[in-house]
């Protein structure tokens, strides 16, 4: 594969360090890549979802498709942001703190049951649903979220489902609530919900 701006072999090279380091990453993409990254032996803390656009948080509730799941404590989950503009012009990277979803959105840690219960804030609260909109553009897009926008977004974070989600978009009213079989947390960064 053609590598013009230099960018896979840059990714090689943060891979590689990081592995001679003994250190983690977190692949946040889509499963396509997963032998790519198996390239390295680097110890991988969790996948959370992949990314479409945008930066959120997902909520798996339902899945018959896996019989069993693992569940992994996750303290935090931090969002770091770089202006690719900025960048460009001054030849230099500069990565950002955007937020931290415990402060954020006021949960303990970024397990299962504080997601949901961010989720319960992002629909019950005006200002909760806006800094995530916000914070879904990477900061970007910080026009109001209306009452459109708000279903299509609680739609998106309780059901992963694609089928499930376009049902969710045409139920009258507000977005129903989730169902509670399994409760996976996700977020993150970075972009939108992996579908299957």
Do not use: K
């Not at 997902?58 to 996750?74: M, R």
């Not at 012009?89 to 049951?113: F, H, I, K, N």
């Not at 169902?179 to 970075?190: E, I, Q, S, V, W």
Request: net charge negative; charged share 20%.
């Amino acid at each position: 594969m053609a590598d013009p701006g230099q960018q896979f072999q840059w990714l090689e090279d943060v891979l590689t360090n990081a592995s001679r380091a003994g250190e983690m990453e977190t692949p946040t993409s889509t499963l396509r890549l997963l032998s790519w990254w198996d390239n390295h032996t680097i110890t991988r803390l969790v996948i959370i979802w992949g990314q479409r656009q945008g930066a959120g948080i997902g909520v798996e509730t339902d899945s018959c498709s896996w019989p069993a799941f693992p569940v992994t404590p996750i303290q935090d989950m931090v969002t770091y942001f770089m202006n690719l503009s900025q960048a460009n012009a001054q030849g230099s990277v500069r990565w950002e703190l955007e937020y931290r979803v415990t402060e954020a959105y006021g949960v303990p840690d970024a397990g299962a049951r504080s997601m949901h219960a961010a989720l319960g804030r992002i629909a019950s609260d005006q200002g909760a649903l806006q800094r995530y909109y916000v914070y879904n553009s990477v900061s970007y897009d910080a026009r109001a979220c209306g009452e459109v926008c708000r279903t299509e977004h609680l739609c998106a974070l309780r059901e992963v489902d694609f089928d499930a989600y376009g049902a969710c978009l045409r139920a009258p009213g507000a977005a129903p609530a989730p169902r509670l079989a399994l409760l996976l947390a996700a977020l993150l960064g970075l972009r939108a919900l992996l579908t299957r």
